[in-house]
């Protein structure tokens, strides 16, 4: 499969912070997806990005596809106590989605 | 609206046993497949399908078997379970394009003893 490396691993974080992650993979793609993982759920899509250097946002979540096409980092502003979980990132080769191995988020209110 | 349906919710075997999870969507997805998390690990895929009739291997297949007779149904069967299965089990369906990416069931939570 494809090598990707998700950072950080966790963060702990007060309520109001922002908070940064991101992505990088061992190849070009075309299409980076960043989801969230609640407690005992499913992940659910949070942004979809299709072009290298584009920027999307999604209330206080924004994300952005890396010009070299190799990575992608998701920014959440002013975090609440609902926005911990695992985030992920995902890319798409073929027929298949690869994810990551997750940032799990907690806050602290 | 259901979206994509796994049963069951938990589930604990005896290494050796054999069992099916059971996945549905009622989206008319073309695309599913099923992954499996484990602690660090993120999601790997095991299966997929790009249409009835139609599956193929992921990253970590062996041990594990699918069918797609049906668009709405992908089932995933484990043969002799064994304790290196022990995981959370998501299905997932995508109309199609690759775009949209997934969409997740609530999961299957296996302990193999």
């Known amino acids: 499969g494809q090598q990707l490396n998700q950072s950080p691993q966790s963060m702990f974080i007060q309520e109001g912070e922002d908070v940064s992650m991101n992505c990088t993979s061992s190849?070009?793609?075309?299409?980076w997806l960043w989801y969230k993982q609640d407690p005992g759920e499913g992940p659910v899509l949070l942004i979809a990005l299709y072009k290298a250097g584009e920027l999307t946002s999604n209330g206080r979540l924004t994300a952005q596809f890396g010009i070299t096409r190799k990575d992608s980092f998701l920014n959440i502003s002013a975090s609440i106590p609902s926005d911990v979980g695992i985030y992920f990132c995902?890319?798409?080769?073929?027929?298949?989605?690869?994810f990551g191995t997750g940032t799990s988020l907690t806050v602290i209110p | 609206n259901a979206g994509v349906t796994q049963t069951p919710k938990f589930q604990v075997l005896k290494t050796g046993q054999s069992m099916t999870l059971q996945c549905a969507q009622d989206?008319?997805?073309?695309?599913m497949s099923w992954y499996r998390q484990d602690p660090g690990m993120g999601l790997r895929l095991i299966h997929y399908?790009?249409?009835?009739?139609?599956?193929d291997q992921g990253e970590v297949p062996n041990g594990y078997n699918v069918s797609r007779s049906t668009t709405e149904d992908f089932p995933l069967r484990l043969l002799s379970a064994a304790p290196s299965q022990t995981s959370v089990y998501f299905c997932?369906?995508?109309?199609?394009?690759?775009?949209?990416?997934?969409?997740f069931g609530s999961g299957t939570r296996l302990t193999v003893v």
């Open positions: 190849s070009i793609f075309n299409t």
């Open positions: 997932a369906s995508s109309p199609g394009s690759t775009s949209y990416g997934y969409t």
């Open positions: 995902a890319l798409h080769l073929g027929n298949q989605f690869y």
């Open positions: 399908s790009v249409g009835a009739g139609i599956t």
């Open positions: 989206m008319n997805h073309e695309y």
